[in-house]
């Protein structure tokens, strides 16, 4: 589906573009509009307190709506529109206190701002620009059929019964002009409607993207991610280095005591020495699956022998859903990008298993060359309701994406289905 | 018999060789690279290899390639397959020829000298011996999804060792009763899994996983 791929042709670039828009349109108008008047609403009621409790949760949904449309501008025309939020801190509060903290943040955030303002031009030259395109394409339709014989419906033909565009109808003659107007439409929109529909992207980048202080802001967000990832990796050292301490040390120096029990009971209570050495051979096998849980926990050996594709694949085979994977990876990445892609898959796979009730998930990998991106969506048929905030594994994911400039957008209506994408740039090798 | 073993980390080779020549193989290649066994593979014609997963130069999965690669250039050589780790997907890759003669173990399992020998053997004569963890897996994936058709639970142990690669003598040995009631047991589960009965052990394995993998 890729709309700027040279195999596709110009026709069903035009009528692709035609498609998107109507939808776009559609859905972004109500969406926009929706999510304006509740972010309105809640602000204002910040004053008399139950804003500071709904605020958060608007905002956050307001931010991954804005997300889906950054996916989108990249998937369909390759248009980058940074997401640059500042990320909480990583002890934020929870309860009525973290609550309004929150809120705060939130608030206080430019791109909280500047993504009100969007939804504001969404809904006006926004779908202005997206309806344009399927109105190009789809209007001319309308054109066809009076010159077919729909005028009969609006007129006998004796007065001016409908209008298309700026043609009165009033007879077989006039319909034929509508056709030729829808014609003359149709010559346009096969030229036009892809770059109408990519005005409607630039115009979203255009609002989203911070005009000043950019610089500004992406340093904040660097600071941010850093300071995760520095935070993360030392959470990792210190679990590996309690699990190395707890499990396999201990059970090595167990097995050694046991073998010096032997030495000493070998001839006085052989019968006794023998039942040591079989618990000291088990204590052996318990410390390497120890061992081995804590690779897998660390950099999976599939992921290193065969990279990301079948590592997937290979994770998928050991869950207890039935889960399709399917991959398009024509390289590997770098092993920083691919083992955060892993974990984030696992992740996401691991709460769908534990909270979704689906029973059957899709894996879909896939890297485009044009823009540079690998992309993931993780999609369950369970029963949705799925949320980034505080306290969910997801914004886990997402800082951790961070750090890799990746995005995650998360569609989880109540009642289903869950879908998960993930974008992060990076190139093949 | 005569064997070829590669393996890149000195201690574990070297105890290999020992133990195997404590069992009259005849170790007639010890190779620590991918390379070194493409080459041991071609020239010196053994009855079976031990191959580990990861081998250098590029530790990756250059033993299991090799040992792939090889199969292809001679179908049925019979590989054993050791590996610090154990996945279904290379399991699936070592078995989908269907030509037998594959085992693919964790190296914890050369702990029972007794019985890693014993998969050398199975394998060496054309059979197949799976890791329990890889079977495992299978078996408790499918039972989330669908009961394995009623199995009991002496059955479900009989289908796992069966899964294996164990022959039936093995599993009467191992779970203390009489051949004739683990034949029995087989036939049950054949029955119950609808799959047609066979004398042959490398076919029954085939078939067992085949029915697993079914519902994928």
Redesign the interface.
């Known amino acids: 589906m890729d709309a700027s791929g040279a195999d596709g042709g110009r026709a069903r670039r035009a009528l692709v573009a035609g498609a998107r828009g109507l939808v776009l349109a559609v859905v972004g108008f109500a969406g926009s509009l929706t999510l304006f008047v509740l972010s309105v609403l809640s602000i204002v009621f910040i004053v008399l307190g139950v804003g500071v409790l709904t605020t958060p949760a608007v905002l956050s949904l307001v931010r991954s709506w804005a997300n889906r449309r950054r996916v989108l501008a990249a998937e369909w025309y390759g248009i980058r529109v940074p997401a640059l939020y500042r990320p909480f801190p990583a002890d934020a509060r929870t309860g009525l206190v973290g609550q309004a903290e929150r809120c705060r943040l939130m608030l206080g955030d430019p791109a909280t701002w500047r993504d009100l303002l969007w939804l504001l031009a969404d809904m006006t030259a926004g779908f202005v620009t997206a309806l344009l395109p399927a109105a190009v394409i789809f209007y001319p339709l309308e054109g066809y059929a009076l010159a077919a014989g729909l005028w009969r419906i609006f007129t006998d033909g004796t007065h001016v019964g409908w209008w298309y565009g700026f043609v009165p109808v009033g007879g077989q003659g006039s319909a034929f002009l509508a056709a030729g107007l829808a014609t003359a439409l149709l010559v346009a929109g096969y030229f036009t409607a892809p770059f109408l529909l990519r005005a409607h992207f630039q115009l979203t980048r255009a609002v989203l993207t911070p005009d000043e202080g950019e610089l500004a802001a992406r340093v904040e967000v660097l600071t941010q991610t850093r300071r995760d990832a520095v935070d993360t990796s030392a959470a990792e050292l210190r679990r590996i280095e309690r699990d190395l301490h707890d499990g396999a040390q201990a059970r090595l120096v167990a097995m050694g005591m046991d073998l010096g029990t032997i030495e000493a009971l070998v001839e006085k209570n052989p019968q006794k020495a023998k039942e040591l050495l079989a618990q000291a051979r088990r204590s052996s096998a318990d410390a390497l699956t120890e061992l081995r849980d804590l690779v897998r926990g660390i950099h999976p050996p599939v992921l290193a022998e065969r990279g990301l594709g079948d590592a997937v694949k290979a994770l998928a085979l050991r869950l207890p859903v039935t889960t399709d994977v399917d991959v398009d990876l024509p390289g590997r990445t770098d092993a920083p990008v691919e083992s955060a892609a892993y974990f984030a898959v696992s992740e996401v796979l691991t709460n769908a298993v534990k909270h979704s009730g689906a029973d059957r998930v899709w894996v879909d990998v896939h890297h485009t060359g044009a823009t540079g991106m690998l992309r993931i969506a993780v999609t369950d048929n369970g029963k949705g309701g799925a949320s980034i905030g505080a306290g969910s594994g997801l914004s886990g994911i997402e800082r951790r994406l961070g750090t890799f400039d990746g995005v995650l957008a998360v569609s989880s209506p109540a009642g289903g289905p869950t879908m998960v994408t993930m974008e992060i740039p990076c190139a093949l090798s | 018999m005569r064997v070829v073993l590669a393996e890149d980390l000195f201690l574990l080779r070297d105890g290999l060789v020992r133990m195997l020549e404590a069992y009259d193989f005849e170790v007639v290649a010890a190779v620590e690279s991918g390379p070194e066994l493409t080459k041991a593979l071609a020239e010196s014609e053994p009855d079976v290899a031990v191959v580990d997963?990861?081998l250098p130069p590029s530790h990756?999965?250059e033993g299991l390639q090799c040992a792939l690669a090889a199969r292809r250039a001679r179908p049925g050589l019979p590989v054993l397959v050791l590996s610090?780790?154990v996945?279904?997907?290379y399991a699936r890759e070592l078995l989908a020829d269907g030509n037998g003669g594959i085992g693919y173990l964790l190296k914890?399992r050369v702990?029972d000298a007794d019985q890693f020998i014993d998969a050398v053997r199975r394998v060496a004569a054309g059979g197949t011996a799976m890791d329990p963890q890889v079977i495992q897996?299978l078996l408790?994936?499918r039972a989330?999804?669908a009961p394995l058709g009623g199995l009991t639970p002496r059955e479900m142990e009989v289908l796992e060792l069966m899964a294996q690669g164990r022959s039936n003598a093995a599993i009467a040995g191992q779970l203390i009763v009489t051949e004739r009631a683990i034949a029995k047991h087989t036939s049950n589960i054949f029955l119950k899994l609808g799959l047609p009965v066979s004398d042959d052990d490398n076919r029954r394995v085939l078939a067992v996983i085949a029915y697993l993998d079914q519902?994928?």
Do not use: A, I
């Open positions: 997963v990861r990756t999965d610090q780790h996945e279904q997907l914890d702990f897996q408790s994936r989330t999804e519902g994928r």
